[in-house]
Antibody, heavy 120, light 107 residues
Framework: EVQLVESGGGLVQPGGSLRLSCAASGFTFTSYNFNWVRQAPGKGLQWVSHITSSTGAIYYADSVKGRFTISRDTAKNSLYLQMNSLRDEDTAVYYC?????????????WGQGTMVTVSS | DIQLTQSPSFLSASVGDRVTITCRASQGINNYLAWYQQKPEKAPRLLIYSASTLQSGVPSRFSGSGSGTEFTLTISSLQPEDFATYSCQHLHSYPITFGQGTRLDIK
């Protein structure tokens, strides 16, 4: 079964750090690009970061640039998001999502999400 | 950054109705647009990509159209399972952005 499973969410104080993981299975990890997308409670979807499989190119939303780092481990078929200097406004469900050339780079597979709460 | 504006933000309709949701881009994005459906506490589901191509497994009552700056998602005959929130997304350039979402409720 093709799936993405996130983990690593939780409660963290402002200024703290958290590392999210996304384990991929059921497909060839190195053939796809990946993204992190978040959704604050009651709000819409917000793209956070992207990593291109073939070139390693990385992009970030301005709101997280300099604080978040996306990475991947091809040996473990896993995607990561290191989040530092966390702020209240980073509170959200974080999804990892696969981008497929076959779907015009749209996000065809999503994980179930992991909740990150930033609060003192 | 490219902004996407959806209209309406809220929509009430009945089973069997035909509904249309519009997504307008702040600049031309060719056909680099996708539509997603999201139900409460669930991850988004890809419905349409490249503005008008139906994702595998998505019912044919869903359709998309448009190019440039104006796009539409149409559901030809609403089914009970279609009541959800719908969001558009552009893939033209980084940063990728989403529309604010359209919540479709049962009338």
């Amino acid at each position: 079964e093709v799936q993405l499973v996130e983990s690593g969410g939780g409660l963290v104080q402002p200024g703290g750090s958290l590392r999210l993981s996304c384990a991929a299975s059921g497909f060839t990890f190195t053939s796809y690009n990946f993204n992190w997308v978040r959704q604050a409670p009651g709000k819409g979807l917000q793209w956070v970061s992207h990593i291109t499989s073939s070139t390693g190119a990385i992009y970030y939303a301005d709101s997280v640039k300099g604080r978040f780092t996306i990475s991947r481990d091809t040996a473990k078929n896993s995607l990561y998001l290191q989040m530092n200097s966390l702020r209240d406004e980073d509170t959200a469900v974080y999804y990892c999502a696969r981008a497929s050339r076959g779907t015009g780079d749209a996000f065809d597979i999503w994980g179930q999400g992991t909740m990150v709460t930033v609060s003192s | 950054d490219i902004q996407l504006t959806q209209s309406p933000s809220f929509l009430s309709a009945s089973v069997g109705d035909r509904v249309t949701i519009t997504c307008r881009a702040s600049q031309g994005i060719n056909n680099y647009l996708a539509w997603y459906q999201q139900k409460p506490e669930k991850a988004p589901r890809l419905l349409i990509y490249s503005a008008s191509t139906l994702q595998s497994g998505v019912p044919s009552r869903f359709s998309g159209s448009g190019s440039g700056t104006e796009f539409t998602l149409t559901i030809s005959s609403l089914q009970p399972e279609d009541f959800a929130t719908y969001s558009c997304q552009h893939l033209h350039s980084y940063p990728i952005t989403f529309g604010q979402g359209t919540r479709l409720d049962i009338k």
